[in-house]
């Protein structure tokens, strides 16, 4: 009980000159501060633009499929085995079929504007032919379904190469790429801004050590034990990713609340405005909890890191 009470002791005089220390360093605190702001906020702006990235192309991949054109002498039973063959591949989604009256029908709606055209269209029979809209659950993985279309027994049933194929198809792998290198693209970022704050706050706390080197030396000669010396550097650091995280968290706030007033369009580019202030009010409490625990690791593991490095020098000294 003794020993779990002088534990307890211990603890509040670390926290306590930790407290003491942030208040008395002001301004290196302020700077410290100011640069983890600054890395949090772009983190957190680089989370919430991955997530609305990714919204974006999920519906641009939505509405992507494949078409498959028939010949006019296909017969319904073979129209449906090719249907349900396609349905049970694993990389599509969905199979429609379109008739060809219903592809006419089409037509003449989409060039409702265009009087040549139907003037044209109404004084032959119907050339459209019937067809398979395939929607495949990624764009990437299209090999499969482009094996099976190109099996004899299937390839005898299509009047007209896929959709799939010329402009389209370079159109399609455009945007399979743009999606990886987003992807891939947004989680380097905020790896690297992670460890340029934390290089930084390193930094700082080294100059805080060097700046009261004689009173750490003076507490190594009356005995202080490493984590004594050690954990007041660590909750002056945990104060300022904390501050730091509510800063970043309430800018973005700010930031968000201008921007859905300001800007009379719901998206910029890729970047949906709209998408992205839902995404943050949404996931508030997720972002404020998720902020403060990066902040606290950052300034912890920074300081953990330069105070090992000056203890382990003095004691090998």
């Known amino acids: 009980m003794k020993s779990f009470r002088r534990k307890l002791i211990v603890m509040e005089r670390i926290f ?3 407290a003491i220390n942030f208040v008395r360093n002001a301004w290196l605190s302020a700077a410290a501060i100011a640069v983890m702001v600054i890395t949090l906020t772009i983190v957190l702006f680089s989370v919430i633009a991955r997530a609305t990235f990714n919204n974006t192309i999920a519906q641009i991949n939505d509405k992507i499929d494949v078409s498959v054109y028939l010949k006019d002498d296909v017969s319904t039973q073979q129209k449906d085995r090719l249907v349900k063959q396609a349905s049970d591949l694993k990389t599509v989604k969905s199979v429609t079929y379109v008739s060809k ?21 109404s004084q032959t029979d119907n050339p459209l032919p019937a067809s398979l809209k395939i929607k495949p659950n990624d764009p990437n993985q299209l090999q499969e379904l482009k094996v099976f279309l190109e099996k004899p027994e299937n390839k005898a049933l299509q009047s007209d190469e896929t959709s799939y194929s010329g402009d389209r198809k370079e159109a399609i792998d455009k945007i399979s790429n743009a999606t990886n290198f987003i992807q ?6 905020i790896i690297i801004f992670t460890v340029i704050s934390m290089l930084i706050i390193f930094n700082t706390i080294r100059m805080a050590i060097f ?7 003076i507490m190594r000669l009356l005995g202080a034990s490493t984590w004594f010396i050690r954990g007041p550097f660590i909750v002056e650091t945990m104060l300022y990713g904390l501050i730091a995280a509510i800063i970043s968290v309430l800018i973005c706030n700010a930031l968000f609340s201008v921007s859905s007033t300001t800007f009379e369009a719901s998206s910029l580019g890729l970047l949906d405005i709209g998408f992205a202030n839902e995404y943050f009010v949404n996931h508030y409490w997720i972002i404020l909890t998720a902020q403060i625990a990066i902040g606290i690791v950052i300034g912890a593991a920074s300081s953990y890191f330069a105070t090992r490095r000056y203890l382990k020098f003095k004691s090998t000294k």
Do not use: H, M
């Open 16 to 18: 306590k000159a930790g």
């Open 101 to 121: 009256q219903e592809a006419l029908e089409k037509y003449k709606k989409d060039n409702q504007n265009n009087a040549d055209l139907l003037v044209a269209i």
């Open 184 to 189: 891939k693209g947004g989680l380097v970022g």
């Open 211 to 217: 700046n009261r080197r004689d009173e750490l030396n």
